[in-house]
């Protein structure tokens, strides 16, 4: 019995020594942002033992040997397969899959980004939140292939122009429609809402996607899906606090304080004639003698106004729920300073929201909103008088910080233009409050298991209060006749809007089909209010006692109302996952119009063949997915005044009528408006093929061409003058768009503790006027940002053949120089053959192109010298993820635009007496240096720039091209062991910058700017703007 009781003993040792071999292997699985995912599949390859990861992403799965492979699997992540080796704690990194598996909001549903039909671009929503930005937008540029993203300038809080594929409208407005969760809203806010609130950022740009929205979808359509609570019985408490400092990268060179006063002795001796006499006198009282001036110091007045800035941005969330009920609330604090003194910007973003399951087919879905925003500081860009920015460039650099017009009295005038810009931001008081309240309330209920009604309402109202202060010294107090005033600007906006939607969707063997219709109604409404009183005398009450004012009050007040009226639907069909077809259609009824032609209709339709899924493709294992799309539709455009078509009337104190023996006027009525009957809707006819290419699920391309062609343009026609109108809004003129679009993007690197990933996008768009009003060729605009200097001076010109808004001026040909002439008589004479600007020319004056061949130059020959539509903009993102670690950084750029340089303008080639100026007037024409593109003060005692004025020229127009490292994030998950210890789901630390490099040609501060009045028709105009900011942030992410 001995040796058969060994020998079980053996064979039981050798049955167990694989048991031994196997063990349990625990960790946690992460997104790359840190996150915790729960419901991870967790699977031996090959064998059927498995688990899923809890609501912490941890997991334990027993029974593993080490040569096992573990499978780690995620309903929206990409598959991730590990060996075990001799590891007994796997933690694991998984990386969305958003290239197949990403869901899009499209026109009233969620579909598959495989499903789509049309050209939709979608945007990280985690990775906008990671961008030190104070607004969503700010954070948008670059990241979409033909969505172009322009600032106006960098004032805190002001938000950005985003066109999408061109602008359609020359006079109107080219923003897209936003839908922030189902709610259309045009004319919106960015910062009224908290960037960390956006689970989905989709943008739709052709009209395949966008006419389900008819009149509102022509310039595209943002469509932002906000967070909700949870529904597994989890409540998630999230925390973020961030801090920045903001400051300016460059300065604008100026003349220094000796440069200035060898400056101010050229002009003074110049406006002499070269013969001493009164402003010479003048220079030596005040100035004495230049060289003393040669190692001063002065004052750099834009150190004076700029400032390093330090922000604050603070969020706390709270997301809960069971089955039945889930719950959001969201609450935003951000309290940034501008970087000029006196300005900034400050919000307060408030959301709640609720779903409750009445029963298993219906439930109940409210939100609240409110938020506040706060405007504060002087209006800084493009206001030429008294503009904070030039008076920074143009002060004196001898005068001190605290210099005051009495030390001066006795020695000169002064300038009435000229203004101590320190001054002007301390006496500037101005506030603009803005409070919105929105409310939502919602059913949906589904029934016979394949249909889904919902019912939505939503109320909205913004009330907006500006108020502005002027003190005794500032320009306004000081300069005009309306002395020490303020006033009070009061608007409210209501807009009530409900929308019913029936939803059908069913599946047959390989047929797949749905359809929606629906019906909207909106109603808005909108009042002003305006009060100020001028010549108070003190400002030491401030804006709150106006009434001590010295002279009457003045007032006004307007109201206005529209409403909207919609049908629509839509229908979808897919045969065998592999031919996709959708239709659309919409008609909009809108009290803008008369009866005749209130209603637009709005078709589109769009196809898609899935090649991948044909037998001739599928074998090729290289192609994941291959996709054509095309499309066509018409959408609308009715973004005019309320009451455009109808005749108005106004009633005025001031009206014109002249009564009794007394002559003076009396209160009255008088028509304000001419009706257009036929006036009718803006349409855009746009067309778009596409191709979708996925490659071994690691690399997509996507490619979009597209045309689209807007006709009955609303501009404003001339009128006849028997009308008693110069002009009213008609249906004139017609503009295209095309252009391709490249988006590629890449998992470069996939690995269990390092992940790469790459986007990179260009978009090449070209506009062409095609036609204006009846036998009109052109429109010239005066963009208005110098009154002083240039007035009528028509700087941008809208021609048919070319784009809209091109730079309009004469080009420039050298400086005149004395060997052009020929000297008879004590007077220059040009030889012959080259052009004459008129009857006197000088050796020194600026020389323009004749560009008819005439021989003189006037103002025939003007001609485009400047495109502000750049010849392709795009952007290249990259992020990397190692074990704890993660780093993103996004470049963008445009390429081949110009800027029309108002501050080389005026700043550089046009000179005043005790003003300063940018260097270049440090290098003007003289016999003795001939070589400079800057014109001769006088030469033989003859002013050689008033006989032509001051115009425009090519030397004004600057290469606006530029690439910015647009935003760097690094950032830190603490790893596990500490975040147990610590109590917490996770925390992240991260450092961020945005505008971190500029590379561009451009000599003013920042390329990326635009504050043209008139919209389309001037663009690319930079005059005295509000610089953009170089900003770096540190941050910290906290989840319980």
Not at 819 to 847: C, N, W
Not at 900 to 919: A, C, D, P, V
Request: charged share 20%.
């Amino acid at each position: 019995m001995k040796p058969i009781s060994l020998l079980l003993l053996f064979l039981l040792c050798i049955a167990a020594l694989p048991t031994f071999a196997q063990r349990s292997i625990k960790g946690t699985v992460r997104g790359t942002d840190g996150t915790p995912i729960s419901g991870v599949s967790v699977a031996v390859k090959g064998a059927p033992r498995g688990t899923m990861t809890n609501d912490e992403g941890a997991y334990v799965i027993n029974s593993v040997r080490p040569s096992d492979i573990l499978v780690f699997s995620a309903v929206g992540f990409q598959r991730q397969e590990q060996p075990v080796t001799d590891r007994q704690i796997i933690d694991i990194i998984l990386t969305a899959d958003e290239i197949t598996l990403e869901e899009v909001v499209v026109g009233y549903d969620v579909v598959r980004k495989e499903d789509l039909t049309g050209a939709v671009g979608t945007v990280n929503a985690r990775e906008l939140a990671a961008a030190p930005a104070a607004n969503f937008d700010q954070a948008l540029a670059g990241r979409v292939a033909g969505v172009q993203v322009t600032s106006r300038d960098g004032t805190p809080g002001a938000p950005l122009n985003i066109v999408i594929r061109g602008g359609n409208s020359i006079t109107g407005d080219n923003s897209p429609l936003y839908v922030v969760d189902g709610v259309p809203l045009e004319g919106f806010d960015p910062s009224t809402i908290n960037t960390r609130d956006i689970k989905s950022f989709d943008i739709l740009k052709d009209a395949s996607a966008t006419a389900i929205y008819g009149s509102r979808g022509a310039n595209g359509v943002v469509v932002i899906t906000t967070h909700s609570g949870r529904s597994d019985g989890r409540t998630d408490v999230d925390v973020s606090s961030s801090s920045w400092f903001e400051t300016i990268p460059n300065r604008m060179e100026v003349l220094s304080p000796y440069e200035y006063v060898k400056y101010q002795e050229k002009l003074a001796y110049a406006n002499d004639n070269y013969v001493p006499g009164e402003n010479v006198q003048l220079f030596l009282r005040r100035w004495v003698d230049p060289e003393l001036y040669r190692n001063a110091a002065g004052t750099d007045w834009q150190e004076e106004i700029f400032r390093t800035a330090r922000s604050t941005n603070h969020t706390v969330s709270l997301r809960g729920g069971n089955v039945k009920t889930t719950l959001l609330y969201s609450g935003n604090y951000l309290n940034q300073d501008g970087t000029l003194i006196n300005t900034g910007f400050r919000k307060i973003n408030n959301r709640l929201k609720v779903t409750h399951k009445i029963a298993p087919d219906f439930e109940i879905n409210g939100q609240v909103e409110y938020s506040r925003n706060n405007h504060d500081g002087h209006i800084v860009s493009g206001n030429s008088r008294n503009s904070v920015i030039r008076d920074a460039i143009s002060f004196r650099p001898i005068n001190p910080v605290n210099w005051t017009s009495d030390d001066e009295s006795s020695v000169e005038d002064m300038d009435p233009y000229l203004f101590d810009p320190v001054k002007i931001l301390n006496n500037t008081e101005r506030t603009r409050v803005d409070d919105v309240l929105s409310g939502t309330l919602g059913f949906n209920f589904k029934f016979l298991k394949k249909f889904e009604w919902s019912t939505m309402g939503n109320y909205r109202t913004t009330l907006r209060e500006t108020t502005i202060f002027h003190k005794r010294d500032t320009y306004e107090a000081s300069r005009t006749s309306r002395g020490i005033n303020g006033s009070i600007t009061d608007n409210r906006w209501d807009i009530l809007s409900t929308s019913n939607l029936l939803r059908f969707k069913d599946q047959k063997n390989k047929h797949t089909y749905g359809m929606l219709a629906g019906v909207e109604a909106q109603y808005n409404t909108s009042e002003y209010s305006f009060l100020q009183n001028t010549n108070l005398p003190t400002d030491e009450f401030g804006i709150h006692n106006l009434g001590i004012a010295t002279t009457p009050t003045i007032s006004r007040t307007d109201y206005s109302r529209s409403a909207l009226l919609s049908f629509f639907g839509r229908a979808n069909y897919a045969y065998d996952n592999r031919y996709l077809a959708t239709i659309n259609f919409r008609t909009d009824g809108s009290s803008k119009f008369r009866k005749a032609n209130r209603w637009g209709y709005f078709p589109s339709f769009s196809l898609a063949w899935r090649l991948s899924e044909e037998q001739f493709i599928k074998p090729i294992e290289a192609i994941s997915d291959l996709k054509l799309r095309g499309g066509w539709g018409v959408t609308g455009n009715n973004r005019i005044g309320d009451f455009v078509a109808y005749n108005l009337f106004s009633v005025n104190a001031n009206s014109g009528y002249i009564l009794g023996t007394g002559q003076t006027y009396s209160p009255g009525a008088f028509q304000s408006n001419m009706a257009v009957p036929d006036l009718r809707w803006e349409k855009t006819a746009q067309s778009n093929i596409g191709l979708d290419l996925e490659l071994m699920r690691k690399f997509n391309l996507t490619v979009d061409v597209y045309q689209k062609n807007t006709k009955d343009l609303l501009l404003g026609a001339d009128m006849a003058l028997s009308t008693g109108f110069d002009r009213v809004q008609q249906n004139v003129g017609e503009v295209s768009n095309r252009g391709i679009e490249f988006t590629f993007e890449s998992q470069n690197i996939r690995k269990s503790d390092f992940v790469w990933r790459t986007n990179f996008n260009i978009a090449f768009n070209r506009t062409k006027t095609i036609q204006l009003n009846s036998g009109q060729q052109q429109i010239l605009t005066d963009p208005e940002w110098d009154v002083q200097f240039m007035q009528t001076e028509y700087q941008y010109i809208t021609r048919v053949g070319q784009p809209v808004g091109m730079i309009y001026g004469f080009v420039f040909d050298g400086i005149y120089q004395v060997d052009d002439f020929l000297f008879e008589d004590g007077a220059y004479r040009l030889k012959e053959g080259i052009p004459t600007h008129q009857s006197v020319t000088k050796p020194g004056m600026v020389r323009f192109k004749d560009i008819n061949g005439d021989g003189v130059i006037n103002q025939n020959d003007r001609t485009i010298i400047g495109n502000p539509h750049p010849k392709h903009t795009g952007g290249l993102f990259n992020s990397f993820n190692y074990k704890s670690f993660d780093f993103q950084f996004l470049l963008q750029w445009a390429y081949g635009f110009d800027i029309l340089n108002g501050n080389k303008s005026e700043y550089g080639s046009i000179y005043h007496t005790n003003r300063n100026g940018l260097k270049s007037l440090a290098n003007i024409w003289t016999p003795t240096n001939p070589e400079t593109d800057i014109g001769g003060m006088r030469f033989d005692g003859t002013n050689l720039l008033t006989p032509f004025g001051y115009k425009l020229d090519s030397r004004h127009v600057d290469d606006g091209s530029y690439i910015k490292l647009k935003t760097v994030v690094l950032g830190y998950n603490l790893p596990e062991r500490m975040l147990s210890s610590l109590r917490m789901k996770r925390c992240r630390l991260s450092l961020s910058a945005q505008n971190l490099l500029t590379l561009t040609k451009y000599e003013g501060y920042d390329p990326d700017v635009s504050v043209g009045r008139f919209g389309a028709l001037t663009p690319g105009l930079d005059y005295s703007a509000y610089p953009q900011s170089l900003t770096v942030s540190a941050g910290l992410e906290l989840s319980f």
